[in-house]
């Protein structure tokens, strides 16, 4: 039953929520016994949402959601020529690994002006012998120092392009930072550091540029945007700003593609700040430069507004998400997926079934050890069983993890003040007793 607009409970019943889980109660009682009827109102299925906002003016209506539909693509316009050779390109986070790649992979396709966008500038000796090594290529690089965070800074980089280069013709947005950390300890300022650079930087680009004749205005987003990640609350915004822009701009027929990558091996953020390993475990592969630079040309052929460029297996993906296995944007995906979850739990509950006491701590005992080493890249020998979590490195962000990991294997739902406070063979009595041991 869903209603034009939604109140809090506590506005129309003060005291608790007790009062009116009865009343719910009561009607449900009474659509089973037959002694209530539901309203003879049209039907109409969630592909028919015109038809259905026409008729709500007259009458209530209902919305009907069935299962998910399979939508067969549009078919893909390839286009020639992405690159010239007779305007300018801009990247910002040019001197990052991933801008440095992008800058040869725009010189390899015939671009003889770069302009890279740093917030110091090209200061690294890597950033110098990129623009060494470009030059050396015979493309004309200014290695601009800019903070496209800031709005007086975009539009001074906008107008010297103008003055001074060949006119811009495509914007490249890779600029961008991490600092996660859970909703809890999300301040103003984090949440700031991380929404500055990448979304409010893409919409100073937007504004500046919007009334030039670009070809490409291409927003670097990522995975996360599209499956979340725990404690990337203030990412995953940034990165959802891009994707909304991009389809905003296509709407008023200006160019546009957001895309969301996956993890870079060997250059970008996962790598700077080595999480690609742990993000194997959710079957979140990796890609190589060439890789992620033929799929950049793939894209860019494309006439898409959005694309998702991965390497992930969904099974092993929704086996570690065990809520999203359940929702319904997942539901194509996760019918194979759904049967493990019990079967991993059913297997070790086989296991401890024919054991004593102190066996089954102990198996509990090792199989947290091992859960736990995987997330903070230790060896297993090197967690005291004895000694709290927190006590060996585990923080807010890796217990999320752990939660979610011990809860597929076993079926048990740990509180993260338990996870902090709590050592392993008291974390694995825990889960014994959640088991019913």
């Not at 300022?189 to 291409?218: I, S």
């Not at 079934?353 to 102990?362: K, Y």
Request: aromatic share 6%.
């Amino acid at each position: 039953m869903t209603a034009r607009c939604a109140r809090g409970s506590g506005r129309f019943f003060p005291g608790t929520t007790d009062t009116f889980q009865g009343l719910l109660n009561r009607v449900a009682s009474g659509f089973e016994q037959g002694t209530l009827q539901p309203l003879d109102v049209p039907v109409f299925e969630a592909g028919q949402v015109g038809e259905a906002l026409e008729a709500v003016h007259d009458r209530s209506i209902a919305l009907e959601i069935g299962a998910a539909e399979t939508v067969e693509a549009l078919p893909e316009k390839q286009r020639e020529g992405i690159i010239r050779a007779d305007g300018s390109y801009l990247v910002t986070g040019g001197f990052g690994g991933f801008g440095i790649t992008l800058a040869f992979w725009l010189a390899a396709q015939g671009a003889k002006s770069l302009v890279l966008v740093g917030r110091r500038g090209a200061a690294t000796p890597e950033a110098k012998y990129a623009l060494k090594g470009l030059e050396a290529k015979g493309v004309s690089v200014w290695g601009a120092s800019a903070d496209v965070g800031k709005e007086e800074d975009v539009e001074r980089l906008i107008r010297e392009i103008q003055a001074k280069h060949p006119p811009l013709v495509g914007v490249f947005h890779t600029a961008g930072v991490l600092d996660d950390a859970m909703l809890t300890d999300l301040t103003p300022e984090r949440l700031r550091t991380v929404m500055q650079p990448k979304a409010m930087g893409a919409w100073y680009l937007h504004r500046y540029t919007q009334n030039l004749p670009l070809d490409c205005f291409v927003l670097f987003s990522s995975i996360s945007a599209l499956v979340g990640r725990s404690g990337q609350g203030n990412y995953v915004a940034a990165n959802a700003f891009l994707d909304q822009l991009t389809h905003a701009r296509r709407a008023r027929g200006l160019p546009g593609l957001s895309l969301n990558w996956g993890v870079l091996a060997e250059v970008g953020m996962a790598a700077r700040q080595e999480i690609g390993g742990n993000l194997e475990w959710y079957g979140i592969g990796s890609f190589t430069r060439d890789e992620a630079m033929r799929m950049l040309e793939l894209a860019l052929r494309s006439d898409y507004a959005q694309l998702g460029l991965m390497d992930i297996d969904w099974k092993t993906w929704l086996n570690a998400n065990r809520a999203s296995a359940v929702a319904l944007r997942y539901q194509h995906l996760s019918d194979n997926a759904i049967p493990e979850f019990s079967a991993i739990i059913q297997a070790l509950r086989k296991e401890l079934q024919d054991m004593d006491e102190a066996a089954r701590l102990g198996r509990v005992v090792t199989l947290l050890a091992g859960l736990t080493a995987q997330i903070m890249r230790l060896p297993e020998d090197a967690l005291d069983p004895a000694t709290p979590l927190s006590n060996l490195g585990l923080d807010s962000l890796m217990g999320t993890e752990l939660r979610g990991n011990v809860e597929a294997h076993t079926g048990v739902t740990l509180s993260i003040l338990d996870l902090q406070s709590s050592n392993m063979e008291q974390l694995a009595e825990k889960v014994l007793e959640g088991m019913g041991y």
